[in-house]
């Protein structure tokens, strides 16, 4: 069973326009934490935001906000204020378990495009 | 930031050599590692975790005699792809996890290794 699900594969949004990319995950672990990478097309991966399964506010990281909610299991992405810069593949990720060694798997991703 | 280094960053080889890619960790100590395999346009795939010191962790699935991992120091870990074939030809791409504050929870990522086995 997919433990991450992002049913998007590809989304189309106006410049300067908010965008919400989808993420739901399965885990019976209390602890956990949820991330989203970024991919350009050069293939590098960056850190966008991290949200712990404790934490009780949404994280947020300038134009990046995590709309967590927890019963429902999902993870959104939130980017404001869409740019051009922001055309890429977005992952969200899941990490199960506190400890540091817990692998961190990936969804299949979503290719977001921004329209000048 | 924390920086990761990974090289080479693209390879070409023939079928059946080995390739050695490296993943350092220049500003921190990465207590774990992980190497993942991503085919075009699609997901990170963990092959492997690797603790410092310790034999690395596969995935099910993925030839360990095939896809040697070792992780000798906290700021190195090196993958080595055995008798190449083209099936091997992937972006591979580690990733390292450290201690402290600020790096315990993020992974940073190398910039990737281009395999392409002729």
């Known amino acids: 069973a997919q433990k991450i699900t992002q049913t998007q594969p590809g989304m189309f949004v106006q410049e300067k326009e908010a965008v919400t990319l989808d993420c739901t995950y399965d885990t019976s672990d209390p602890s956990y934490g949820l991330f989203w990478y970024k991919q350009p097309s050069s293939g590098e991966m960056i850190f966008l935001i991290y949200?712990?399964?404790?934490?009780?506010q949404n994280a947020t990281e300038g134009r990046y906000s995590l709309n967590f909610q927890k019963a429902r299991k999902s993870a959104n992405l939130v980017i404001s204020a869409s740019q051009l810069g922001d055309s890429a593949m977005y992952f969200c990720?899941?990490?199960?378990?506190?400890?540091?060694?817990?692998?961190?798997?990936f969804g299949s991703g979503t290719r977001l495009s921004i329209r000048p | 930031g924390a920086v990761v280094s990974q090289h080479p960053s693209r390879v070409i080889c023939k079928s059946g050599t080995s390739v050695k890619i490296e993943c350092r960790s220049l500003?921190?100590?990465?207590?774990?590692m992980f190497w993942y395999r991503q085919f075009p346009k699609q997901s990170l795939m963990l092959m492997a975790t690797?603790?410092?010191?310790?034999?690395?962790?596969?995935e099910q699935g993925v030839e360990k005699d095939k896809f040697l991992i070792n992780h000798a120091s906290l700021t190195l870990s090196t993958l080595t792809v055995t008798s190449a074939h083209p099936e091997d030809s992937s972006f591979y791409i580690c990733?390292?996890?450290?201690?402290?504050?600020?790096?315990?929870?993020?992974?940073?990522f190398g910039s990737g290794t281009q395999l392409s086995v002729l």
């Open positions: 949200q712990g399964s404790y934490d009780q």
């Open positions: 990720a899941m990490r199960e378990g506190p400890s540091s060694a817990s692998k961190i798997i």
């Open positions: 990733s390292a996890r450290g201690r402290g504050i600020l790096t315990n929870e993020k992974l940073f």
């Open positions: 690797s603790n410092e010191g310790s034999k690395a962790t596969y």
């Open positions: 500003d921190f100590q990465a207590t774990t």
